[in-house]
């Protein structure tokens, strides 16, 4: 902890993870800008996000860590990307981290890895259910 993070979104609310889907880091970097995964990403610099939304969002990491979410820090999810591109022996990872990567660097993007308890959450219900208790950490910047 230490770092500010920031979020670019909605003027009246943060768009909530999609809590069911397993992505991998990278999946969520590349495909995430049309399908929400199941991590947020956040920035440390709010010029490199302007593009994403209206309402620059801060991110209180302390509370979110508190209550047992973490972040993946940019140079933990840089460090990440790198590994998977130079040592997965799967074609389509490589390319995807290839993709991910300058992306990553541009935006210098973290993710929240959230750790909410959903398995009494109906599938269908988890968006709706998850905006709630995302948007608790989070006050605009």
Not at 12 to 28: R, S, V, W
Not at 41 to 63: M, N, V, Y
Not at 114 to 125: M, P
């Amino acid at each position: 902890m230490g770092a500010d993070f920031f979020r670019q979104d909605q003027s009246d609310e943060i768009t909530p993870p999609n809590l069911g889907m397993e992505a991998t880091y990278a999946e969520h970097i590349v495909h995430a800008r049309g399908k929400r995964t199941q991590y947020t990403s956040l920035s440390t610099d709010p010029s490199c996000i302007k593009d994403f939304g209206p309402q620059l969002w801060r991110f209180h990491e302390a509370p979110a860590a508190a209550d047992g979410h973490r972040v993946l820090g940019h140079q933990d999810l840089v460090a990440t990307l790198r590994e998977e591109l130079t040592s997965s022996r799967d074609r389509k990872a490589r390319e995807l981290a290839a993709r991910a990567l300058p992306r990553a660097i541009q935006r210098k993007e973290a993710l929240v890895l959230w750790a909410f308890d959903i398995s009494r959450i109906s599938r269908k219900e988890l968006s709706e259910w998850a905006r709630p208790h995302v948007r608790r950490y989070f006050t605009r910047a």
